[in-house]
């Protein structure tokens, strides 16, 4: 995609461009200290950015240490098997250190009837912590294998064109 295949979402003092191909889905209930948003491309994929009190993520001395929980509780999912991290790192972002992670598991599909295929799914998500505008941000999506590289790039476009403040 290009730069000008994506528009800008701003709202309570944060900004990221998403692809304008996407229906942008507000949850109701979310305010300035936390929330979601929801990404949703014609295809049905979506990927996802939440945000929340810096206070209740405090427990997690850094954003590395904040997705690392994230990707066990994941792990640890009645439905995931042979999860797997591809990729890990932590890089700078308008002066935070942000943790971006890639991981591939095999989810269990649920069937009534006979037995269920596992489907194998990519994640990437990115953790920053904020203390200028006291909020912890999570962007992440979740897709088939078959659309990860597609997927991919576009998180990338969105994660450097994320700003917390």
């Not at 049905?44 to 997705?67: C, N, P, T, V, Y």
């Not at 066990?72 to 002066?95: A, C, W, Y």
């Not at 942000?98 to 269990?108: A, L, M, P, Q, Y």
Request: glycine share 4%; hydrophobic share 35%.
């Amino acid at each position: 995609m290009l730069k000008s295949d994506f528009e800008n979402f701003s709202i309570y003092g944060f900004a990221i461009d998403y692809p304008e191909v996407c229906r942008v889905e507000f949850n109701s209930k979310s305010r300035r200290e936390a929330g979601d948003v929801a990404f949703r491309f014609p295809d049905r994929m979506r990927i996802f950015l939440s945000w929340g009190d810096l206070e209740k993520a405090k427990r997690f001395s850094s954003a590395e240490e904040h997705a690392n929980y994230s990707l066990e509780v994941m792990k640890k999912g009645k439905r995931v098997k042979n999860f797997e991290q591809v990729s890990g790192d932590t890089i700078p972002l308008h002066g935070h250190e942000t943790s971006v992670n890639k991981v591939r598991f095999d989810e269990k599909a649920w069937k009534l009837f006979g037995r269920a295929k596992d489907i194998p799914r990519e994640a990437y998500s990115f953790h920053v912590h904020c203390d200028k505008s006291k909020r912890y941000f999570v962007l992440y999506s979740m897709t088939p294998v078959n659309a990860a590289e597609r997927i991919d790039r576009i998180m990338e476009s969105m994660r450097e064109s994320f700003i917390c403040h």
